[in-house]
């Protein structure tokens, strides 16, 4: 929030993106990677917790490892960066086109109008994290 929020009130404001297209992508690439970790982080959570209640025994062997909470944590943030980043980082290049025009002065994401790409992106970022952690915590 500390780096999102305060670059998006100017934007919602004025309705224009005075920041240029390259903070623009920097900053998609930060919001969306933020908000689909936070999301992941709540299906690892759930998971950990599922594994701590299931398997008592051998959960509480591994609790000094470190190295494989940090490995977990790490591929959460590799999985969220990776679901958006690179679209947002080269949609246009593979596209040909920007289908957002720098004069129009606005900040979206290329993949904005792509529903298909919405669609299989809002099943891994959501639906497939909620319905993981609803059977998590059945």
């Known amino acids: 929030g500390g780096f ?8 919602v404001i004025t309705g224009e993106w005075r920041l240029g297209r390259g903070l623009c992508k920097i900053w998609l690439v930060v919001d969306y990677t933020l908000c689909t970790a936070s999301v992941f982080n709540i299906a690892l959570i759930s998971f950990d917790r599922f594994i ?14 470190t190295r494989e909470a940090v490995l977990k944590m790490l591929s959460v943030w590799l999985a969220a960066f990776l679901l958006y980043g690179p ?4 949609w246009e290049y593979i596209a040909g086109s920007s289908v957002v025009p720098e004069r129009a002065k606005q900040c979206h994401a290329e993949f904005y109008f792509n529903w298909y790409f919405l669609m299989t992106a809002s099943t891994v970022e959501f639906f497939t994290p909620f319905v993981t952690v609803m059977y998590f915590n059945i």
């Not at 999102?4 to 934007?11: D, G, L, V």
């Not at 679209?87 to 080269?90: C, E, G």
């Open 87 to 90: 679209a947002i980082i080269i």
């Open 4 to 11: 999102c929020i305060p670059a998006y009130i100017p934007y």
């Open 52 to 65: 701590s209640v299931t398997r008592a025994v051998s959960y509480r062997c591994q609790k000094g490892v």
